[in-house]
């Protein structure tokens, strides 16, 4: 500053360009360089994680197959209001029979039947039948429409039908996002469903219930394992190590199947309790087709994950650290619970956000042995993606999903502080 | 001179027309079927013979059970893989319904039957969507152990709803299809009346009332290979599934298994051929279909699987199992000893019922 108050200039590099303005260029080809060097998993990311996501959640939203194959018909059903009881007129029939002729000649009429099924029951036949007779018509020449259609079936002349395609003929709807917390979405707003269609809030509730029993008893069953690995020598630990790791590299499904064979009532456990005698032949135990399964399969598969970085955090704790306690006259179980626990915590949150992450979202195991009531929210998702084809309402149940996994995430962080969490 | 050549021409043209033909037609394909035994039966029976008529390359993808869903994702991204998929006719249905399926013309695109009859006829009622072209019949019907019923064999489908009689528990499919039918069966409603029950809410609520009588005695699978296997080892008395695996226990693995057919409820399993493919893959499509739904070639799939022709006129072509040695025939869901009481799987009301009843049934389910 001083130097360019005695020039009267700016200061100069070699070349003769001002210092400053060298300065930025060396900076930005640095960034570059840094930027060219992570472009790989930049673009890896983006293409195989961030875009899929992103378009698959759009989804939860995005309703543009009513307004796109009826176009004449959405814009003349906003002047018919849907809680007069009454018909819509003339026009939004003609326009309907337009619109139809032009969406069965691209065969489209039939999706929007499917779409407007989930809606209401019957919607996916009377687009598919009535479509046969529609395609006969001739929107110039055989007006009026109204009678016809109703002619061609009667439920085009219910206020019900109309009601439906007016309510979801928006094209960002939060019908999807309703519908994935029991609710629905009808011309007089958001409803609760019937109670006998009510399922998804007590799946969610009993996803992340099971989900914490889980952690909770990999918690309890990995502790101790990792506390023996870390405190013994490093060749017998290895070993060890190795049966900790091993069903790892077997299949989930061989993994999943083989609990079946355990748990089921004609299976190993309960034969050995039946020969030794604790059980009744008559009284077998049920351990497999519940929540109880669900719970035994999956603390099994996801114990590596705990047992992982627990083992990794507690090798760095100084075994002096101990000592020193007790040499100052603390008892074991002081000396263990003062002082070795809380240098081992960071180890226990680790574990304990990946087992819940993974469990949380978990599918087969629960698919397999979960009977009823030990199935998770995803296979819900799972259905709705392959079976029932209703993408949106996935979508919006995985939108959900995720929401609740960065919820507690960052409640976590809040309560312990995710700078404690340690992987080694 | 001039005339000369083209006469030439013409007669080269005439010559090359058929050449020109199977030129057009691609030289792979992949074919999307369910995997297993079923995959078995169908290699032996249609692709190894129509790869030595023609010197096609067939690539198999047991994609089956998701095909719905990934050709609509493949039909979204503009890159469809798939050549030919053997999917329920339920599924067919949807996949015309989404428009992701060829319509089919069945008398100028499907073989006739040897005597002559239109493929349309010999085919009949189970022509049930404009882009299926049905394959085989199959039923969902109950298998029981003959060890645990002791000298009471059950002989009516009612047997799984009488807690009593046949202690031990039973395996249904997790899903309302078929098990909301055999409920109203059992409780008295008549079986042409039973769609028309099940459209109301209050006949809905009734099916699922009934079933509530043996909620706690159920085991429900998702597999069609779960209840052989329960029926093995002993865990359930009787349950449900698709009648070749029930074949294959019984005579292949011989268990001590019985058939009940009572009440069986017949479904349809064919090909489709998915929209959207190049000119030259869909003409090999074609022939390939055209190929292996003719009389012959579908009577010999049924000596590899317990499953019945589709055309009438395969029916009296079937023989015996190329392994086994025994005879198909009385193993047939369609065998008139079998099919004494049979059921009739209603495409149209599934197709409009099955998102609400579904959901109304995963509720009862998880309660």
């Not at chain 1, 930005?28 to 899929?52: E, G, T, Y």
């Not at chain 1, 009993?206 to 069953?221: D, G, N, P, Y």
């Not at chain 1, 259905?383 to 993408?391: D, E, G, R, T, V």
């Not at chain 2, 499509?285 to 009577?299: E, N």
């Amino acid at each position: 500053m001083t130097d360019t108050a005695a020039t009267g200039g700016p200061v100069l590099a070699a070349d003769g360009t001002p210092l400053k303005k060298s300065l930025a260029r060396a900076l930005r080809i640095q960034k570059l360089r840094a930027l060219a060097l992570i472009a790989p998993l930049l673009i890896f990311v983006l293409v195989s994680f961030i875009i899929p996501i992103g378009t698959m959640l759009s989804r939860s939203v995005a309703n543009d197959l009513v307004a796109d194959t009826l176009p004449l018909t959405v814009v003349a059903l906003e002047s018919w209001d849907a809680e007069s009881g009454e018909l819509p007129d003339e026009p939004v029939y003609a326009a309907f029979v337009t619109d139809m002729v032009a969406a069965i000649a691209v065969k489209r009429h039939t999706r929007l039947g499917t779409r407007l099924n989930y809606e209401q029951t019957g919607m996916s036949s009377l687009f598919r039948k009535s479509g046969r007779k529609i395609k006969k018509l001739d929107p110039a020449a055989d007006a009026p429409f109204k009678d016809t259609l109703i002619g061609i079936n009667k439920d085009w002349g219910d206020v019900e039908t109309w009601k439906v395609l007016k309510t979801h003929s928006v094209r960002i709807t939060n019908g999807y996002f309703l519908n994935a917390i029991d609710m629905r979405r009808t011309p007089e707003g958001a409803q609760a469903q019937p109670e006998d269609k009510q399922i998804l809030v007590t799946l969610f509730q009993r996803t992340l219930i099971m989900s914490l029993v889980i952690t909770a008893s990999c918690i309890v069953l990995g502790y101790p394992v990792a506390w023996i690995l870390a405190n013994l020598p490093a060749r017998t630990a290895n070993v060890l190590m190795i049966l900790v790791l091993l069903p790892f590299w077997t299949s989930l499904l061989v993994r999943t199947s083989a609990w079946k064979v355990m748990l089921q009532q004609q299976g190993v456990i309960n034969e050995v309790l039946v020969w030794v005698g604790l059980v009744a032949d008559d009284a077998r135990l049920v351990m497999i087709n519940n929540q109880f399964g669900t719970i035994v399969a999956m603390t099994h598969i996801l114990l590596p994950f705990m047992i992982l970085p627990m083992y990794s955090v507690m090798q760095t704790i100084k075994p002096t650290y101990v000592r020193a306690a007790k040499s100052m006259g603390a008892t074991d179980w002081t000396a263990f619970w003062r002082i070795y626990f809380p240098l081992s915590v960071p180890g226990i949150g680790a574990g304990s956000i990946l087992v819940f992450i993974l469990a949380i979202g978990y599918y087969i195991t629960p698919e397999i042995v979960g009977g009823t009531k030990g199935v998770f929210i995803s296979n819900r998702i799972a259905y709705h993606i392959s079976s029932s084809l209703n993408w949106g309402l996935a979508a919006a149940l995985g939108a959900i999903l995720l929401a609740v996994v960065l919820i507690l995430y960052w409640a976590y962080d809040k309560i312990v502080g995710i700078d404690n969490v340690k992987l080694g | 001179m001039k005339l000369t050549k083209l006469t030439a021409l013409a007669a080269t043209t005439a010559l090359c027309a058929p050449m020109a033909f199977a030129e057009d037609m691609a030289n792979e394909m992949t074919i999307v079927s369910w995997g297993g035994a079923y995959s078995k039966s169908q290699l032996k029976a249609y692709h190894e013979p129509y790869s030595a008529n023609t010197g096609v390359t067939i690539l198999n993808d047991d994609s089956s059970a998701e095909a719905v869903a990934k050709l609509r994702a493949m039909n979204e991204a503009g890159n469809v893989t798939w050549d030919v998929v053997d999917v329920v006719a339920a599924d067919a249905m949807r996949l015309c319904d989404e428009g992701l399926a060829l319509e089919i013309d069945a008398d100028t695109q499907l073989a006739a039957a040897p005597d002559g009859t239109s493929a349309s006829e010999d085919f009949g009622e189970l022509l049930v969507s404009e882009c299926f072209i049905p394959q085989i019949v199959y039923s969902t019907t109950f298998g029981y152990r003959t060890d645990m019923v002791g000298d009471n064999a059950p002989t009516s489908v009612c047997a799984i709803f009488d807690t009593e009689a046949y202690p031990g528990k039973r395996s249904l499919e997790k899903r309302s299809i078929n098990n909301m039918e055999w409920a109203l069966i059992c409780d008295g409603v008549a079986k042409e009346d039973v769609y028309d029950v099940l459209e109301t809410s209050e006949g809905q609520d009734r099916a699922l009332a009934k079933l509530d009588t043996i909620k706690d005695d159920v085991i429900w699978w998702s597999a069609g290979a779960d209840t052989p296997q329960l029926l093995a080892d002993g865990e359930v008395v009787m349950g449900s599934t698709y009648n070749g695996r029930l074949f294959s226990v019984i005579e292949e693995q011989k268990q001590p298994v019985a058939m009940l057919w009572d009440a069986q409820v017949f479904d349809l399993d064919g090909w489709i051929i998915p929209a959207g493919l190049s000119p030259e893959r869909q003409a090999r499509a074609l022939d390939y279909i055209m190929f292996a739904t003719d009389t012959q070639r579908l009577a010999d799939q049924a000596k590899y699987i317990s499953y019945g022709p589709a055309r009438a006129s395969s029916a009296p072509l079937v023989g015996q199992h190329a392994e086994l040695g025994i005879d198909m025939a009385p193993h047939m869901p369609t065998d008139p000893n079998n099919a004494q009481n049979t059921f009739l799987f209603n495409y149209e009301f599934w197709a409009d019922y099955r998102d609400d009843i579904e959901t109304k049934f995963q509720a009862w389910l998880a309660k």
